[in-house]
């Protein structure tokens, strides 16, 4: 068998195009994505690149991009099914050359078509040329695990793992896109339409759908799966029914996910996601896992260690401890993601996590994300009520919250600009559009949220971990997010995952962990994912600010936010999350400045 995390990309000019796209340059710029192996293809104006990290059969056999008859594919991600498709087309006489999951997505579409995808099981970027019928495939999975971008224009089409792979290409713009900049500085990307990038006619391939691109210059984008609605059959379900269903298809979704020839492990915060995940996973195979601390050890290392102590020699425990220190440019610098602008500093964390499971030579990493949004987790929270939508109020609803997402910043704050100001309109225009799609949905309130922020902050959060992940060559996979979960959890009546009486969240996952977790850590509440002390945190931010202040009051993209000549005399005045903005406006400003450069 064959898995692989990778780097994807690729270039198409239509007919009388005679532009052409440096894939080569595009592939050398994610050796980091795939460091094992790298290749292309190129014919008639279509030329596909890849990078391969390899996961399971280290043989060359998985090289890309692959060729099997009139189809040639670049496919970064993994079809944890592929070993039932294969069953089908074994007795149908396909005779393979590989054990590759790739090989089998391949003659998979050649039987079946851009149906193939409706079969497949896992987290998937890809692009497949057919040959025959002259058109680019290009897909991305359900729930965007492994995010994709491209750009289009009248002479070419063109994309890739990450944008900074896309610029490469030296054929698409190196544009700021105003419209989009404004909104997600000023805001956050993460409630906002991330469907675009800040970079100008870059888009983000929608999670569950896909493109059709052919030589006459038509994208044609088709969705092929989406969150469902409650389910009328399962109204009678009862709490014990239901748990027992989601725990058959966590340990499988788990055990799945446990195959590979390289050092595998699981991140354990004590927390009920990775907690549950490391007890299922250690009973398939032993299993190391990671408690990264901050500064002073806390409560994640007692529940940690109490799993570990539940779980006895299943478990090999790392403890790793990361000092606390003042931020520095070089730092930030390792995370700025083209895509998107970090709004606070847990970037910095998620960075070293993957950094810290690098360092003690591991490839693939378990990883709970996914959990909250799909289990009700975040329902309880204060700042789900204030922000999302309040359960115990009658009044209330998700519409109503999301018309006023807009006021939860002060739009007349001194230390923005005017022309910051003027995003409120826009923000308030895509929220009534977000309003209107929401009320086609007759659910229940709690489940119109939970679909949004599966839709919306967890695909930013996806797209936060991918980048940061692979920046170690990395995969980390995501048991809670595998399909079947998630269109379970939401067939289901809402009621069943939030105990109201006594505000607990996640209650399915909770009666699930409390036969294999020691009760105090199956009951544990919901806890935040750790940031940096905010002392050293502005103290770093502060220095970084005062010693380069003429940069930054020379960079467009900060003053058009904020009043830069303000901030360095009154910094001490600001706050750390919008000293932090600034500073990642300006270094995300320099990366991008810099490729323009290199683009001329």
Not at 33 to 42: A, D, L, Q, T, V
Not at 357 to 379: R, S, W
Not at 511 to 521: C, E, N, T
């Amino acid at each position: 068998m064959h898995f692989s995390g990778c780097g994807t990309c690729g270039f198409f000019a239509f007919n009388g195009c005679k532009v052409r796209g440096d894939v080569t340059a595009m592939v050398n710029s994610m050796n980091h994505r795939g460091p094992n192996s790298k290749g292309e293809w190129e014919n008639d104006g279509v030329h596909l690149g890849h990078t391969r990290l390899s996961i399971q059969d280290l043989s060359d056999k998985g090289h890309q991009p692959m060729i099997r008859k009139s189809a040639v594919i670049t496919f970064n991600g993994e079809i944890y099914n592929f070993g039932d498709i294969r069953e089908i087309l074994l007795q149908d006489g396909i005779e393979f050359d590989s054990t590759t999951d790739t090989e089998v997505l391949l003659y998979g579409y050649l039987k079946w078509g851009t149906s193939v995808v409706e079969r497949l099981n896992g987290f998937f970027s890809f692009a497949i040329w057919d040959q025959e019928k002259q058109f680019l495939w290009v897909v991305n999975d359900r729930l965007g695990v492994k995010p994709l971008y491209y750009y289009a224009n009248e002479n070419f089409f063109v994309f890739a793992s990450e944008v900074e792979t896309l610029l490469k290409s030296k054929v698409v713009p190196v544009e700021l896109d105003w419209d989009v900049v404004i909104p997600f500085a000023v805001f956050s990307a993460a409630v906002l339409d991330i469907n675009y990038t800040p970079v100008k006619g870059v888009l983000s391939l929608t999670p569950g759908h896909h493109l059709t691109v052919t030589k006459d210059g038509k994208v044609v984008k088709t969705k092929y799966w989406d969150i469902p609605n409650p389910d009328p059959a399962l109204e009678g379900l009862t709490s014990e029914e239901a748990a027992q269903t989601l725990k058959g298809l966590a340990e499988d979704a788990i055990r799945l996910r446990m195959i590979a020839d390289v050092p595998l492990c699981s991140f354990l915060s004590g927390g009920i996601d990775s907690s549950l995940i490391t007890a299922h996973a250690s009973s398939f195979a032993p299993l190391t896992s990671f408690c990264v601390n901050y500064g002073a050890r806390n409560s994640d290392n007692e529940f940690s260690e109490k799993v570990v102590e539940h779980l006895g020699d299943r478990v090999v425990y790392k403890n790793v401890d990361i000092a606390l220190t003042e931020v520095t440019i070089e730092q930030i610098e390792k995370t700025i993601d083209l895509s998107v602008f970090s709004v606070d500093d847990r970037i910095l964390s998620l960075y070293a996590n993957y950094k810290a499971i690098k360092d003690h030579g591991f490839t693939v990493v378990l990883n709970g994300q996914g959990a909250d949004e799909v289990l009700a987790g975040y329902v309880a929270s204060p700042w789900f009520a204030a922000q999302f939508y309040n359960v115990y109020d009658p009044e209330d609803t998700f519409a109503k919250k999301l018309g006023g997402m807009h006021a939860q910043l002060d739009w007349n704050a001194s230390n923005l600009t005017d022309l910051a100001k003027t995003a409120r309109e826009k923000i308030q225009t895509y929220y009534q559009s977000e309003i209107d799609k929401i009320d086609q949905y007759q659910t229940s309130e709690i489940h119109k949220v939970s679909r949004w922020l599966s839709q919306h902050t967890l695909r930013c959060w996806f797209r936060q971990e991918d980048f940061n992940s692979m920046r170690h060559s990395i995969e980390c996979r995501v048991p809670f997010s595998d399909h079947r979960i998630v269109e379970y959890c939401f067939k289901l009546p809402f009621h069943l995952h939030f105990d109201k009486e006594n505000k607990i969240g996640k209650v399915l996952l909770r009666s699930v962990a409390s036969h294999h977790l020691p009760p105090d850590v199956a009951k544990r509440p919901k806890q935040n994912f750790p940031s940096g002390d905010p002392n050293l945190l502005k103290k770093g931010l502060t220095k970084i600010i005062l010693q380069h202040s003429a940069e930054m009051t020379a960079c467009p993209l900060t003053t058009a936010i904020y009043k830069i000549e303000n901030l360095v005399n009154e910094v001490d005045k600001w706050d750390g999350e919008d000293l932090w903005r600034v500073v990642n406006l300006w270094l995300w400003n320099k990366k991008f400045s810099q490729l323009r450069k290199e683009m001329q």
